[in-house]
């Protein structure tokens, strides 16, 4: 099972950045998926997920608005587009599948400074 995060890096404030999360390993399909961040020193936070088939999304109430999750099942990826970012939304950013599982990508980081 992987979950490979890609996308992250260093925009200024009111940039945007696209998130991919790919996935291999399992039926990707079948599991709902969700983006994480962790900031330093804090715990990590739910940002957004998605249900396996796309029908329902969810936001935490400091991102929306502002970022959208989104998936392609035929090519087991899911993205998080990140748009007006701020500095408190630097952290590192983690895909998370699950079902009966839960499985973790290593994470990519996202700095947003001037």
């Known amino acids: 099972v992987q979950l490979v995060e890609s996308g992250g890096g260093l925009v200024q404030p009111g940039g945007s950045l696209r998130l991919s999360c790919a996935a291999s390993?399992?039926?990707?399909?079948?599991?709902?998926m969700s983006w994480y961040r962790q900031a330093p020193g804090k715990e990590r936070e739910l940002v957004a997920a998605?249900?396996?088939?796309?029908?329902?999304?969810n936001y935490a109430d400091s991102v929306k608005g502002r970022f959208t999750i989104s998936r392609d099942n035929a090519k087991n990826t899911v993205y998080l587009q990140m748009n007006s970012l701020k500095p408190e939304d630097t952290a590192v950013y983690y895909c998370?599948?699950?079902?009966?599982?839960?499985?973790w990508g290593q994470g990519t980081q996202v700095t947003v400074s001037s």
């Open positions: 998370n599948a699950v079902r009966i599982y839960s499985y």
């Open positions: 390993g399992f039926t990707f399909s079948r599991y709902d």
């Open positions: 998605i249900t396996s088939a796309g029908g329902t999304r």
